[in-house]
């Protein structure tokens, strides 16, 4: 079974705009990782937040992590058609060395 | 530096058959899972391989089983093929007993299985 629920399921914006993409999930993890997927091939490693973190950047990728509420969210700054893709992200929970996913988010960036 | 690779990427089998796929980790990297992702889901877990023994395994039936070789690479084996096992088959790599995945894993393309 999936670990939580990405929102939205869809997002469409323009080209230079920011996306947004939450993550919520149900147990205690240890590390919570966002990871890409560009029609349904494999998954690209974006980045890693530790339970102990609360921001971590890289690029034009912003994640935060609250684990009282258990969410987290990616936000892309000035968007490309390039990022146009799958998001997932993915949570390694305490004590397991799985990665437990959600459903996804479809971004479409418009040129 | 290769990644992980993934053979093949495409196949097609019919109901009843079984299906090897193989996968080669990221050079230096001991532990390889195995993901399994239908059509329009996240992936989910099938099972984890260390010192060439299961060490963790998903809510997936017998009919799935796998192996680890000396050199690390990874093979999954699905028996009884059923319809429902038509998706994209993801291996993944990392360093190290993950009893607790602190690192990032690396994913390869993945090995689309269509059974018809």
């Known amino acids: 079974s999936q670990q939580g629920e990405e929102d939205p399921q869809a997002l469409s914006i323009q080209e230079g705009e920011n996306a947004t993409m939450n993550c919520s999930y149900k147990?205690?993890?240890?590390?919570l990782q966002w990871y890409r997927q560009n029609s349904g091939r494999g998954l690209v490693h974006l980045i890693l937040?530790?339970?102990?973190?609360r921001e971590k950047h890289s690029g034009r990728l912003r994640v935060t992590l609250d684990t009282s509420k258990k969410s987290s969210s990616l936000l892309i700054t000035a968007s490309r058609a390039a990022d146009t893709a799958s998001y997932f992200c993915?949570?390694?929970?305490?004590?397991?060395?799985?990665?437990?996913f959600g459903q996804g988010t479809t971004l479409q960036v418009k040129p | 530096d290769a990644g992980v690779t993934q053979s093949p990427t495409h196949l097609i089998k019919t109901r009843g058959q079984q299906v090897t796929l193989r996968c080669s980790p990221k050079?230096?990297?001991?532990?390889v899972s195995w993901y399994q992702q239908a059509l329009g889901q996240g992936p989910q877990f099938i099972f984890q391989?260390?010192?060439?023994?299961?060490?963790q395994r998903g809510n997936f039936p017998d009919r799935f089983s796998g192996h680890q070789f000396p050199n690390y690479s990874s093979e999954l084996n699905v028996n009884a093929l059923l319809l429902g096992d038509s998706a994209l088959y993801l291996c993944?790599?990392?360093?190290?007993?993950?009893?607790?995945?602190?690192?990032?894993?690396?994913f390869g393309q993945g090995t689309r299985l269509t059974v018809v």
């Open positions: 147990t205690s993890i240890n590390n």
């Open positions: 937040i530790r339970s102990n973190e």
């Open positions: 391989y260390y010192e060439e023994e299961e060490r």
């Open positions: 050079s230096g990297h001991d532990t």
């Open positions: 993944a790599s990392s360093p190290g007993q993950a009893i607790i995945l602190n690192t990032e894993a690396f």
């Open positions: 993915a949570t390694a929970p305490s004590n397991t060395g799985k990665l437990i």
